[in-house]
């Protein structure tokens, strides 16, 4: 039977996000990401963001956001009036900052009130503490049986995606290519990627490859989950057993489960399964499972 | 807006596991089910990521990703929790308990709802572009199916509208927003399916006794 209701519960990801600790800093975005990822995963934190009011504003938006709250354009206005009223200033930064902060140019992503930097800092905070919950569901032992792999695909849709004239850039089609031949394709289906999909096994080093910018990408965020590049729209989709089998990424006798390697279940084996049964059981299975 | 969609009854399946496991496989049993729901879910919400852009479309306007974000955070399944009760997904999202109910959204801090008509408006609150374009508000008389409209100077003396005040404004039911109840049924039967032949196999393999 099927219910819905309204009360309020805390998710693993916003539990996660709440064991985190403010850490005000004025280091950049590159010396952050030589921080060991253990330290990034226990802290909220911003580049240049050295206010530690500031810093907790942001651990409290995106709070509200994972709890469903409110949506990004509330959760950016409310960061924006915060760093007004602690009166931040692209140029000379939070008053008597001691801090040795460059001045940034205003609307540029290094100005902390600018909208495009405020989108940034929620959306990839919420998205890694959304993904990171992923990560931990899909490694249950019910799911690499069920969902032995992930896909890489195009969630966000972007104005101007990687990989389109307009961005200058590689797409994560070359980035794919790059992190598998880095890893010798471990775990990774060429024939997938032939057939123009990015689908790699859960435990593949292809995923720490991707996070960690393999072939010379600085805009990676050292994450072995999405996103895994400042600003990306790339997700992950878990890929059902069958197609992993398919696409040669696991042998159909290959399972995390105990003595469950040769169970692929099909409509036709569980009536296989079934016929073992009593008849009595079985009436019984059937009228259950159907419901 | 928070949602949680339950799954409860594997009564009958639950006492043969009982018989065979013990008690302490419910709990497995209830969250094979809610994964497969959740897996359904996330798939469901993908798509519609994928194609409703209705109200950026129509304003040219880039999309909000509003729905891509609602995937990602029911796939991050720690939304799922399971007990020898129940197994429950639970979204965090606004806008979510429009796939129950029709949703009336009334302003909490500011007089008016401030619906955006125009591309630059669409996904921002006035406040935060109120200085950056000039913003004004030009009010409508008494008996106007609108409050007024947020302008924007523009070209000569013409005005642009930016946004359309309003007191308030009911979202209808949408209920293809979420799986339909048969999907879901379908979904928690085939996690059963599958518990079932785990505990069996497991069996099979005299892991439990």
């Known amino acids: ?176 290519l790059a992190a598998a031949e880095a890893v010798g394709w471990e775990g990774v289906s060429a024939k997938a990627f032939d057939h123009g999909r990015m689908i790699a096994r859960k435990d593949s080093p292809i995923w720490e490859a991707l996070g960690d910018g393999e072939g010379g990408y600085a805009d990676a965020l050292h994450n072995p989950f999405p996103p895994f590049a400042f600003n990306s729209g790339m997700a992950w989709k878990a890929v059902p057993r069958k197609l992993c089998v398919e696409f040669s990424l696991i042998h159909a006798d290959e399972s995390s489960l105990p003595g469950l390697g040769s169970f692929d279940p099909t409509e036709q084996e569980f009536e296989s399964e079934m016929s073992n049964l009593s008849p009595d059981l079985e009436a019984e299975m059937r009228r259950i499972l159907a419901a | 807006m928070n949602l949680n969609i339950s799954i409860t009854g594997g009564g009958e399946l639950q006492k043969w596991i009982d018989a065979t496991t013990g008690p302490s496989a419910r709990q497995g049993l209830n969250l094979a089910c809610i994964t497969e729901v959740q897996h359904l879910t996330e798939e469901h919400l993908i798509e519609i990521a994928a194609t409703r852009h209705d109200a950026s479309s129509r304003l040219c306007a880039p999309p909000s990703n509003h729905w891509a974000k609602a995937a990602e955070k029911v796939a991050s399944a720690s939304a799922i929790g399971a007990d ?35 591309a630059l408006a669409y996904a921002h609150r006035p406040a935060e572009i109120w200085d950056r374009y000039n913003l004004f508000i030009k009010r409508n008389g008494k008996g106007a199916s609108s409050l007024g409209v947020i302008m924007r100077p523009g070209p000569g003396k013409i005005a642009i509208a930016m946004y359309v005040l309003v007191r308030s404004v009911t979202q209808q039911q949408d209920r293809s927003l979420l799986p339909s109840d048969a999907e879901f049924q379908e979904a928690a039967s085939r996690g059963a399916r599958r518990f079932y032949l785990v505990v069996r196999a497991e069996a099979q393999e005299g892991l439990i006794s």
């Open chain 1, 1 to 176: 039977m099927i219910g819905f209701s309204h009360t309020p519960k805390a998710t693993q990801a916003l539990l996660q996000w709440r064991s985190r600790s403010i850490f005000p800093t004025e280091f950049s975005s590159k010396e952050l990401r030589s921080f060991s990822r253990d330290l990034r995963l226990r802290s909220v934190f911003s580049a240049r963001m050295t206010n530690a009011k500031a810093c907790q504003s942001l651990a409290d938006i995106v709070d509200d956001l994972l709890s469903g709250k409110y949506a990004m354009a509330e959760g950016r206005f409310r960061l924006m009036k915060v760093l007004k009223e602690l009166g931040y200033d692209p140029q000379t930064g939070f008053p008597q900052d001691m801090a040795n902060v460059p001045p940034a140019e205003k609307d540029s992503l290094r100005d902390l009130s600018s909208e495009r930097r405020i989108n940034l800092m929620l959306e990839t905070n919420e998205r890694m503490a959304a993904n990171y919950g992923k990560l931990k569901a899909g490694n249950t032992d019910y799911a690499l049986h069920w969902y032995p792999a992930w896909e890489l695909i195009r969630l966000y849709i972007r104005e101007v995606p990687r990989g389109t004239p307009e961005s200058h850039s590689d797409g994560w089609n070359k980035r794919w």
């Open chain 2, 84 to 118: 020898e009760d129940a197994g429950t997904l639970t979204i965090n999202h606004p806008g979510i308990g429009r796939a129950l109910h029709d949703v009336t959204i009334k302003p909490v801090e500011a007089k008016a709802i401030a619906i955006p008509v125009n």
